[in-house]
């Protein structure tokens, strides 16, 4: 109680005991919003639980096990019993725990949650906001499909919730729970629990500070993770149809206390602590990520000296910063290409220098072997001379001594 | 129930006519002298079972053979998981029934799956089948053959989850990975979780797929024509079964005044031997009762046959590679110091070829020099 206001008595009915209905009337008339994530394997039964929670039938496609990578489908739908009015969003885990290598399953949820925190976080921020006509996107509840092995959580079971347990409020089920004997549930559920312990991870836990529901509550925690088996196919027992899946062997009834914990899950999430898992999602895990995105970004709340700072003082002080860092980082840009240049016309002159030694030596070998050709040239030149002149010169004896002959051998004929 | 006998000794009634007498010789006794030969002998099998845990292998195992052969197993905690290799471990026990003996061995591969990252988790599988093929073939081509111990793995039962639409990218790579090794049974697990039509979509589902994906899964081989009616019924509706959806419990349940193996559930009473409940007694009967000994069979002539003759292959073209003589007798692969000779003798080869080469360069250029 604040100091400065002392209690008062009323002496008549003043009428401010109707507040609560005011909010109550208010919010009624807006709608509420409320946004689950059902995590869990191809196939373990996400779509028909949601089906079976909800009481209709959403439009729900049959994914394949071959996805290579982890996807989410997020569907919004507008529900309405008695006069209120529900604005549901439910995302579901596509080819989760499908793929060879899962070391990046869990990295797609984280990544889908921190964006649903970061929308709301811009929107905060913004100068011109509407925020009670924001649609909130963020995950209220996260139900987490473990598979009935009776043996233990699966690996990438523990990795994924140790990764969310501090995004989101988790609720971890047991699907296709008719699988397991009843024997078999309470150990298997012991050993989940213990598991979940002895690695940190903090799952939600339903409030128990609120005298009306803290007994209900405390005794559901204790029955964590909840059993579930959905269906959306009725079978007649007795002279009623309900919601049951039929074996050669028996019909397990999904609203039978006795079969499965579906009734206690669908009063736990929906009737009892809805409203508490939307304020635990906005004062607990949004808070986390808003205080850690600032800190990232480099905001505090006080400053070295310990005096209180204000979000307009550390702002431009940031932007100070920033732009001086720019102004270096534009110097230094500028010298290292200067830097560059030089270096690159030291190297293109070296270059031209060799190029043009190397034109000089060929030049050089060139007209040498130039003078050698010329000198070859003169000397068959002279060759070829004295071989003419020789010819001449033969010829003509050639010539002469034919005419003696020719003589010679006229004068013989003569003289015969 | 048929019986394990199925053929009929036919000694004819001795007649007085002395046409039938000289038309019997005798060897209509022969399957006889093979089944007292054989019981004398004994038989052994080798089963691997595989798949994630959880999926009830241990328990399967123990109905099938009605024994507990998992007493002091300890399970890991899903962080020790996370990382975890694959193991083999082996089971064997020595079982009776009328006078014959079994020596059964269960091959079991904890781990498989369950860590986080599964790329390759079956290579440690593979690995051991190859090497019982690799211990056979070298003590089928040793000197003193009298006490081979045959440690093939003569059928794998795989363990397909219920909880899916189908088969899943590490099931299917898994069974390719053995098809050409083993003879791979595929068994949709702990299928007290589905409905009847959900059984059958299933089946059909994962039949197509493993059609699609060319997985050579065991086949039952064909009947003879001569087999009795009921025989050729039974086989016919196994066929048309698989994959197999099965149930184990290692508890015995009261029910309808009888004592019977099943599962407790507050809405009914599973029978794991209710040929209506599941495929428990096709499988028992399948795998024990008619196709053991075809299963050893395909695993000797096809599964090992195409081991040995891609080993002698590999052999023999490393063989003629080092222009070594062919030995008649097959030489096992040798070790690693050969393997570094013959790579330094193949980088002195490649030298010589270089210098050999820069040489005749030289001469061409200094006969072309000579020309000018």
Same mark, same amino acid.
């Given at each position: 109680?604040?100091?400065?206001?002392?209690?008062?008595?009323?002496?008549?009915?003043?009428?401010?005991?109707? /507040?609560?209905?005011?909010?109550?009337?208010?919010?009624?008339?807006?709608?509420?919003?409320?946004?689950?994530?059902?995590?869990?394997?191809?196939?373990?039964?996400?779509?028909?639980?949601?089906?079976?929670?909800?009481?209709?039938?959403?439009?729900?496609?049959?994914?394949?096990?071959?996805?290579?990578?982890?996807?989410?489908?997020?569907?919004?739908?507008?529900?309405?019993?008695?006069?209120?009015?529900?604005?549901?969003?439910?995302?579901?885990?596509?080819?989760?725990?499908?793929?060879?290598?899962?070391?990046?399953?869990?990295?797609?949820?984280?990544? =889908?949650?921190?964006?649903?925190?970061?929308?709301? /976080?811009?929107?905060?921020?913004?100068?011109?906001?509407?925020?009670?006509?924001?649609?909130?996107?963020?995950?209220?509840?996260?139900?987490?499909?473990?598979?009935?092995?009776?043996?233990?959580?699966?690996?990438?079971?523990?990795?994924? @919730?140790?990764?969310?347990?501090?995004?989101?409020?988790?609720?971890?089920?047991?699907?296709?729970?008719?699988?397991?004997? +009843?024997?078999?549930?309470?150990?298997?559920?012991?050993?989940? @629990?213990? &598991?979940?312990?002895?690695?940190?991870?903090?799952? =939600?836990?339903?409030?128990?500070?609120?005298?009306?529901?803290?007994?209900?509550?405390?005794?559901?925690?204790?029955?964590?993770?909840?059993?579930?088996?959905?269906?959306?196919?009725?079978?007649?027992?007795?002279?009623?149809?309900?919601?049951?899946?039929?074996?050669?062997?028996?019909?397990?009834?999904?609203?039978?206390?006795?079969?499965?914990?579906?009734?206690?899950?669908?009063?736990?999430?929906?009737?009892?602590?809805?409203?508490?898992?939307?304020?635990?999602?906005?004062?607990?895990?949004?808070?986390?990520?808003?205080?850690?995105?600032?800190?990232? @970004?480099?905001?505090?709340?006080?400053?070295?000296?310990?005096?209180?700072?204000?979000?307009?003082?550390?702002?431009?002080?940031?932007?100070?910063?920033?732009?001086?860092?720019?102004?270096?980082?534009?110097?230094?840009?500028?010298?290292?290409?200067?830097?560059?240049?030089?270096?690159?016309?030291?190297?293109?002159?070296?270059?031209?220098?060799?190029?043009?030694?190397?034109?000089?030596?060929?030049?050089?070998?060139?007209?040498?072997?130039?003078?050698?050709?010329?000198?070859?040239?003169?000397?068959?030149?002279?060759?070829?001379?004295?071989?003419?002149?020789?010819?001449?010169?033969? &010829?003509?004896?050639?010539?002469?001594?034919?005419?003696?002959?020719?003589?010679?051998?006229?004068?013989?004929?003569?003289? +015969? | 129930m048929t019986t394990n006998i199925r053929y009929k000794s036919r000694i004819p009634i001795k007649?007085?006519?002395?046409?039938?007498?000289?038309?019997y010789v005798g060897f209509a006794t022969l399957p006889n002298q093979v089944h007292r030969k054989s019981v004398k002998k004994g038989f052994d099998f080798t089963l691997m079972v595989a798949?994630?845990?959880?999926?009830?292998k241990s328990t399967l195992v123990n109905s099938l053979f009605l024994t507990d052969l998992y007493k002091d197993r300890?399970?890991?905690?899903?962080?020790?998981?996370?990382?975890?290799?694959?193991e083999i471990i082996k089971h064997t026990v020595d079982i009776e029934e009328k006078g014959v003996k079994l020596k059964l061995t269960i091959v079991d591969t904890p781990?498989?799956?369950?860590?986080?990252?599964?790329?390759?988790?079956?290579?440690p599988i593979t690995d051991y089948i190859d090497q019982q093929f690799e211990q056979y073939f070298r003590d089928e081509s040793g000197l003193n053959r009298k006490n081979i111990q045959d440690n093939r793995v003569h059928c794998c039962l795989y363990f397909?989850?219920?909880?899916?639409?189908?088969?899943?990218?590490?099931?299917?790579?898994?069974?390719?990975?053995l098809h050409e090794k083993v003879n791979v049974v595929p068994l949709?697990?702990?299928?007290?979780?589905?409905?009847?039509?959900?059984?059958?979509?299933?089946?059909?589902?994962?039949?197509?797929?493993?059609?699609?994906?060319?997985?050579k899964v065991y086949q039952f081989p064909e009947c003879d024509s001569d087999e009795d009616?009921e025989f050729k019924?039974l086989d016919?509706?196994l066929k048309?079964?698989c994959?197999l959806?099965v149930?184990g419990?290692n508890?015995?349940?009261?029910?309808?005044?009888?004592?019977?193996r099943?599962?407790?559930?507050?809405?009914?009473?599973?029978?794991v031997e209710?040929?209506?409940?599941?495929d428990f007694v096709k499988l028992r009967n399948m795998l024990i009762r008619s196709h053991m000994h075809d299963l050893k069979d395909v695993t000797c002539d096809v599964h090992y046959e195409n081991y040995r003759a891609q080993c002698i292959?590999?052999m023999?073209?490393?063989?003629?590679?080092?222009?070594?003589?062919?030995?008649p007798i097959p030489i096992l692969p040798?070790?690693?110091?050969?393997?570094?000779?013959?790579?330094?003798?193949?980088?002195?080869?490649?030298?010589?070829?270089?210098?050999?080469?820069?040489?005749?360069?030289?001469?061409?250029?200094?006969?072309?020099?000579?020309?000018?």
């Open positions: 109680m604040d100091k400065n206001a002392r209690p008062l008595s009323l002496s008549g009915h003043v009428g401010f005991d109707s /507040l609560p209905h005011q909010l109550v009337n208010k919010s009624t008339c807006q709608g509420f919003c409320f946004n689950i994530l059902c995590i869990g394997e191809t196939g373990i039964g996400k779509s028909t639980l949601m089906d079976t929670l909800f009481n209709t039938n959403f439009e729900n496609f049959e994914s394949s096990h071959f996805e290579p990578k982890v996807k989410l489908r997020a569907q919004t739908y507008d529900l309405q019993e008695s006069n209120v009015r529900l604005k549901l969003t439910i995302v579901n885990t596509v080819g989760f725990g499908d793929q060879m290598n899962k070391q990046e399953s869990y990295q797609h949820v984280v990544d =889908y949650i921190d964006t649903q925190f970061e929308s709301y /976080l811009q929107e905060e921020l913004k100068i011109k906001r509407s925020l009670h006509n924001y649609h909130d996107s963020r995950i209220h509840a996260c139900l987490y499909f473990i598979a009935p092995s009776g043996h233990s959580l699966k690996s990438l079971d523990l990795v994924t @919730m140790k990764k969310l347990d501090s995004k989101v409020n988790i609720i971890p089920v047991i699907a296709k729970a008719d699988t397991i004997s +009843k024997s078999e549930l309470h150990k298997f559920k012991i050993k989940i @629990m213990s &598991e979940l312990v002895s690695n940190g991870v903090q799952i =939600y836990q339903f409030p128990t500070d609120d005298e009306t529901v803290s007994k209900i509550n405390t005794a559901m925690n204790g029955i964590l993770p909840f059993a579930v088996v959905g269906s959306s196919e009725e079978v007649k027992i007795g002279n009623k149809m309900v919601k049951a899946r039929q074996y050669p062997w028996g019909v397990v009834q999904v609203e039978n206390e006795n079969h499965c914990d579906f009734v206690k899950l669908r009063e736990m999430l929906i009737c009892v602590n809805m409203e508490d898992l939307r304020e635990q999602t906005h004062t607990r895990h949004y808070e986390l990520y808003r205080r850690c995105k600032l800190e990232e @970004m480099g905001f505090t709340d006080t400053n070295p000296e310990s005096k209180p700072v204000s979000l307009q003082e550390t702002y431009e002080a940031k932007r100070h910063e920033f732009l001086g860092d720019l102004q270096r980082r534009e110097e230094e840009m500028r010298q290292m290409f200067v830097q560059r240049v030089k270096e690159k016309e030291t190297e293109l002159k070296e270059a031209e220098r060799e190029l043009q030694g190397k034109f000089e030596q060929l030049k050089r070998l060139h007209s040498e072997e130039k003078s050698k050709l010329d000198e070859k040239r003169r000397s068959l030149e002279d060759e070829i001379n004295t071989f003419s002149k020789k010819k001449a010169a033969t &010829e003509l004896l050639q010539g002469q001594s034919f005419n003696t002959n020719a003589n010679l051998k006229k004068d013989k004929d003569r003289k +015969k | 007649s007085d006519e002395t046409t039938e007498e000289k038309q798949g994630e845990s959880g999926m009830g300890k399970l890991l905690n899903s962080e020790e998981r996370i990382n975890q290799t694959v781990g498989f799956g369950d860590a986080v990252n599964n790329n390759e988790c079956w290579k397909i989850p219920p909880f899916g639409h189908g088969l899943r990218p590490v099931d299917v790579e898994f069974m390719k990975a949709i697990a702990k299928a007290d979780c589905l409905t009847p039509n959900e059984i059958k979509k299933l089946k059909d589902r994962v039949r197509e797929e493993i059609e699609r994906f060319g997985i009616e019924q016919k509706e048309e079964c994959p959806a149930i419990s508890t015995v349940v009261e029910t309808r005044g009888q004592r019977v099943g599962r407790l559930y507050p809405w009914g009473i599973v029978e209710n040929q209506s409940h599941c292959q590999d023999t073209s490393k063989l003629t590679q080092d222009n070594r003589m062919e030995s040798l070790s690693t110091p050969d393997v570094e000779t013959d790579r330094l003798i193949k980088m002195k080869d490649e030298e010589l070829a270089r210098m050999q080469e820069m040489l005749n360069k030289m001469q061409q250029q200094i006969h072309d020099g000579k020309d000018q």
